[in-house]
């Protein structure tokens, strides 16, 4: 094999943003910094768009989201509730959701699967957000036991 393997070790350049992709990789994009927030969402809403029992949506301030590619394929849906979510239409991937809370505040909310790398710190390791809650735990699907020990709300985190 003639390619050479670019290995991240042998760079002494530190990586300072988070980066995704959707599934296709058409759509890539850079994330400056994460907001605390990082919740398991078992909302109805979730579960279908995402095909699966839960989402996991990381918090973001609007202006620290950079499109890197394929920005024009981002397709969006908007529920009755005025939420958004935003999906790459070559592939499905769900990438952005919009809720009108996070319109007023200027952020976002972005799904943790969809990234590929996180900024590192001093060390070269990388700064994972870690999920810190399950929410509308009241319509988690029957199948599911959550035995992580996260604080669990049957709706948002401060009406339960
Ligand atoms: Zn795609
Ligand atoms: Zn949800």
Redo the contacts with the bound molecule.
């Keep these: 094999m003639s390619k050479k393997i670019n290995n991240d070790e042998s760079c002494s350049e530190k990586n300072h943003l988070n980066s995704g992709s959707c599934l296709c990789g058409k759509i890539t994009f850079a994330v400056k910094a994460f907001l605390p927030l990082v919740g398991h969402?078992?909302?109805?809403?979730?579960?279908k768009f995402h095909g699966a029992a839960?989402?996991t949506?990381v918090e973001v301030k609007q202006q620290d989201l950079q499109w890197l590619s394929g920005e024009k394929l981002l397709t969006s849906y908007r529920a009755e509730n005025n939420s958004v979510r935003k999906f790459c239409s070559c592939c499905g991937s769900s990438l952005v959701?919009e809720s009108t809370f996070n319109r007023t505040e200027n952020t976002l909310e972005i799904s943790l699967a969809a990234f590929d790398r996180f900024a590192q710190d001093d060390s070269s390791n990388e700064i994972i957000p870690s999920p810190d809650a399950h929410?509308?735990v009241a319509s988690k699907v029957k199948w599911l036991t959550i035995n992580d020990g996260l604080p669990q709300f049957k709706a948002y985190r401060d009406n339960n």
């Design positions: 969402c078992h909302c109805t809403m979730c579960q839960f989402s949506f959701f929410l509308y």
